[in-house]
């Protein structure tokens, strides 16, 4: 158990024999440090139901809490209590925070699925693609710290609109090929008849063509019916559009260090999708409207409209509704408890018309939670969203070298790695480019929309990625001197000095942290501590000389110290899927 949640459990314990709500007993984190490193705010709202003087309540519970445990209890102003632990309390809970993280575990486990990064097939990945990546990335790596069993899916866009558009569009440009000819009876070539960077241009060139030309716009709308009716060549084509997008998309992700359990798409489901519609149609959830399907998902309380859900085409042809609405069934099936759709905020409508469908036709149980874990936009000096400097879209891959040439050249001003053989230079750079990039996205709320800035998050200095592996390969420095001097970490004891117990209080908030990121999915709490994380040891480590440190056992105590900081500062930059060099 974590030092706050015992501590909340003991004051749960005295408002409760009060015959109080334990839940006013929740202790938190100081807002006043310089009075008490904790407090208690339980008795001002405890009041009201008490009928009984806050002040009076809080002075009543403090009679029951005191112990051996805690230095200091006391009272101020109306009603909040002021809490000191005592330092070997702390100090036991520092040297027990393996185990504490492992006490934030929530029980029981469960089985949750993220679905993240949502690529379309036939395309680059570009800046865009990148927030819902490293955000679901992290929120993985977090759930599973905590004991979950996860999954990733990357749930590609490979079904849909776009393939007929492309299909149309490669005919257009290429009509001799046997994909488009109806009598050709196989075998199609195995090489595919594009690449990526053909596909990357025949999207959006064939988009605006559709866009100004209704008659094209419909070809292509027959176009992705013929090939979700299974039209052989139509199929073929989409296969190797399929390997070509793949290829290049793996990796981009692999660049960034993203990596996915499960590479489903729409196109998973397609079997599933006229048995669905099919179901649907005879229990009267899906209607006929205008020549098409549609699912009615407005509830008399919305405060805004909430449009009926699309299932089908008036021509019978599957939208993205239809195989979100069939990959839901597909997730339910295979006994998920919890399925979490980290997609842009724009598509907010979208999904709480699929989720209120699924409910309505009885595609998710009750007890499945289907959340959309929404974010805000990557942007640009302007305040809009990322673009290259010429106004076109920025390609993922040129984003990873922009923040690797930064941060090759960073390392060069401050002469760092210099020495090293080329390849581990390189790996640094590597690492620390990476590190700017996801830090700079995830020290964000997720909500929030933000402006890239190459400057400020390739600094060694401030809040960013650098800054926090420069500090653990710092730990890292201290830990190898002290081994060549056969020095080593030793038992913890009760902090001496005010910088000591500063980190000390720093660190034992791990576990409380983990889970609330977990519960707001909100990586960015995990970044906030592993900066605050940092600036404290720093200053400990300013008035703390381990290496000259006289006493043995406060030498080794302080050893221990900068082990478990490291540990821990690690374990958060892993969460945020960014890695430690050995050195700099």
């Known amino acids: 158990m974590s030092l ?22 929740e202790v938190v984190v100081s807002q006043r440090p310089d009075l008490a490193q904790y407090q208690v705010n339980g008795a001002l709202a405890a009041a009201k139901s008490a009928g009984r003087p806050p002040r009076e309540i809080a002075e009543a519970v403090v009679e029951r ?235 008399p309380d919305d405060a805004k409209e909430v449009p009926p859900l699309l299932l089908t085409r008036s021509d019978g042809s599957y939208l993205y509704t239809t195989t979100d609405l069939a990959t839901v069934e597909l997730r339910a099936e295979e006994g998920y408890d919890v399925v979490l759709y980290v997609v842009d905020h724009r598509q907010s409508l979208h999904l709480e018309q699929v989720f209120r469908a699924a409910r309505k036709a009885g595609i998710a149980p009750p007890d499945m939670v289907l959340e959309h874990v929404a974010f805000g936009t990557l942007n640009g000096p302007d305040g809009r969203p990322f673009k290259t400097r010429e106004g076109g879209v920025l390609l993922l891959s040129d984003l990873i070298a922009l923040v690797e040439d930064a941060a ?26 990476i590190a700017a990039l996801k830090f700079g996205d995830l020290a964000n709320h997720r909500l929030s929309s933000y402006v890239f800035d190459l400057d400020r998050f390739t600094s060694f200095e401030g809040k960013t990625g650098p800054y926090l592996q420069y500090g653990a390969v710092r730990m890292k420095s201290i830990l190898r001197k002290a081994e060549e001097r056969e020095l080593r970490p030793g038992p913890i004891l009760a902090p001496e000095v ?56 406060r030498q080794a105590s302080w050893l221990g110290l900068v082990e478990t900081t490291l540990r821990s500062t690690t374990l958060l930059l892993d969460l945020l899927g960014i890695e430690v060099p050995e050195r700099m």
């Not at 819902?132 to 929120?139: M, N, V």
């Not at 999915?521 to 940092?534: F, I, M, S, T, W």
């Open 65 to 299: 809490v005191a112990g051996d445990d805690v230095a200091e209890l006391s009272v101020a102003g109306p009603g909040f209590i002021n809490i000191t632990v005592a330092d070997e309390t702390l100090a036991r809970h520092v040297a027990a925070l393996a185990d504490e993280v492992g006490s934030a575990r929530s029980e029981p486990s469960r089985r949750i699925l993220i679905d993240y990064g949502g690529p379309n097939i036939s395309k680059a990945l570009h800046a865009g693609h990148l927030r819902s990546a490293i955000i679901g990335d992290a929120l993985k790596r977090l759930f599973r710290v905590l004991g979950h069993d996860v999954v990733g899916d990357i749930h590609l866009g490979d079904w849909g609109m776009p393939i007929g558009q492309l299909i149309v569009a490669l005919e257009l440009r290429r009509p001799d090929l046997p994909y488009f000819d109806p009598e050709y009876t196989g075998p199609y070539p195995d090489e595919p008849p594009v690449d990526i960077d053909e596909l990357s241009e025949l999207y959006p060139w064939i988009v605006r063509r559709c866009r100004d030309d209704a008659e094209l716009a419909d070809r292509a709308r027959r176009a992705t019916l013929e090939l979700q009716r299974g039209r052989e060549g139509y199929v073929a084509l989409w296969r190797h559009f399929l390997t070509v997008s793949l290829a290049a998309q793996r990796r981009d992700f692999d660049a960034l260090g993203i990596d996915f359990d499960l590479w489903y798409g729409e196109s998973t489901v397609r079997d599933r999708l006229e048995p669905m519609v099919e179901r649907l149609v005879a229990a009267g959830v899906a209607v006929e409207s205008e020549g098409a399907l549609i699912v009615e998902v407005a509830e």
């Open 408 to 433: 090759r050249r960073r390392l060069e001003d401050a002469d760092l790695a210099q020495d090293y053989p080329e390849e581990e230079r390189e790996r640094i750079a590597h690492q620390v480019g």
């Open 4 to 25: 706050r949640s015992e501590l909340s459990r003991r004051f749960g314990d005295a408002f409760a024999a009060l015959g109080l709500d334990r839940s006013y007993g």
């Open 498 to 553: 005010d910088r000591e117990r500063a980190l000390m209080l720093t660190l034992v908030e791990l576990p409380d942290v983990l889970a609330r990121a977990a519960e707001l999915r909100a990586p960015n709490h995990v970044a906030d501590l592993a900066y605050r994380l940092a600036g404290d040891f720093n200053r400990f480590y300013e008035a703390c000389h381990v290496l000259r440190e006289e006493d043995p056992k």
